[in-house]
T-cell receptor, first 113, second 109 residues
Framework: DGGITQSPKYLFRKEGQNVTLSCEQNLNHDAMYWYRQDPGQGLRLIYYSQIVNDFQKGDIAEGYSVSREKKESFPLTVTSAQKNPTAFYLCASSIGGNNQPQHFGDGTRLSIL | GQNIDQPTEMTATEGAIVQINCTYQ??????LFWYQQHAGEAPTFLSY????GLEEKGRFSSFLSRSKGYSYLLLKELQMKDSASYLC??????????FGAGTRLFVKA
């Protein structure tokens, strides 16, 4: 079955530590996205990638980094510079932009120890 | 500024009809999406409107008025499994989509 897989489901980070969230898709989609979801707020765009080897900052990119070396994979690193990383992180993909619906993974919940 | 407003919570009875409203003010508009999200799970696509009017898909319908910056999602014959958050989202063009905070719907027996 085609879909998006995020791992791990739960992740704990110590102060000063970088952590990487995995996102893999086998839908053959060109575009991939990372969102952050906080209680009472809409999904906020961290980074997006239109195509392999290209990515763009979203609205809240500070303290995060990404790579897109393969079409299937779009990992997100939460660096120690991100001072409030506790959130639910969602990865998504779409065939293109504009009017294409996004397909989401099941999310990773990141907490600070 | 850019804004999407939807009610925080709604409660409805099993078998009834519920309408979830969404108003938006965005710098670009290339269509409006509705997604369903059960707690702790992935949002799933429900509907897309880019032209004014009503789009019907089974028990779910979505309406758009671009001149009023307004949309609604209509759920008929409510079932307990419809208890979830419903996210209104506006595509701004390119690859950017703005999401509302979501409306949590509680369906009671």
């Amino acid at each position: 079955d085609g879909g998006i897989t995020q791992s791990p489901k739960y992740l704990f980070r110590k102060e000063g530590q970088n952590v990487t969230l995995s996102c893999e898709q086998n839908l053959n989609h060109d575009a991939m996205y990372w969102y952050r979801q906080d209680p009472g707020q809409g999904l906020r765009l961290i980074y997006y990638s239109q195509i392999v080897n290209d990515f763009q900052k979203g609205d809240i990119a500070e303290g995060y980094s990404v790579s897109r070396e393969k079409k299937e994979s779009f990992p997100l690193t939460v660096t120690s510079a991100q001072k409030n990383p506790t959130a639910f992180y969602l990865c998504a993909s779409s065939i293109g932009g504009n009017n294409q619906p996004q397909h989401f993974g099941d999310g990773t919940r990141l907490s600070i120890l | 500024g850019q804004n999407i407003d939807q009610p925080t919570e709604m409660t409805a009875t099993e078998g009834a009809i519920v309408q979830i409203n969404c108003t938006y003010q965005t710098s670009g508009f290339n269509g409006l999406f509705w997604y369903q999200q059960h707690a702790g799970e992935a949002p799933t696509f429900l509907s897309y409107n880019v032209l004014d009017g009503l789009e019907e898909k089974g028990r779910f319908s979505s309406f758009l008025s671009r001149s009023k910056g307004y949309s609604y999602l209509l759920l008929k014959e409510l079932q307990m499994k419809d208890s979830a958050s419903y996210l209104c989202a506006v595509s701004q063009g390119g690859f950017k989509t703005i999401f509302g905070a979501g409306t949590r719907l509680f369906v009671k027996a």
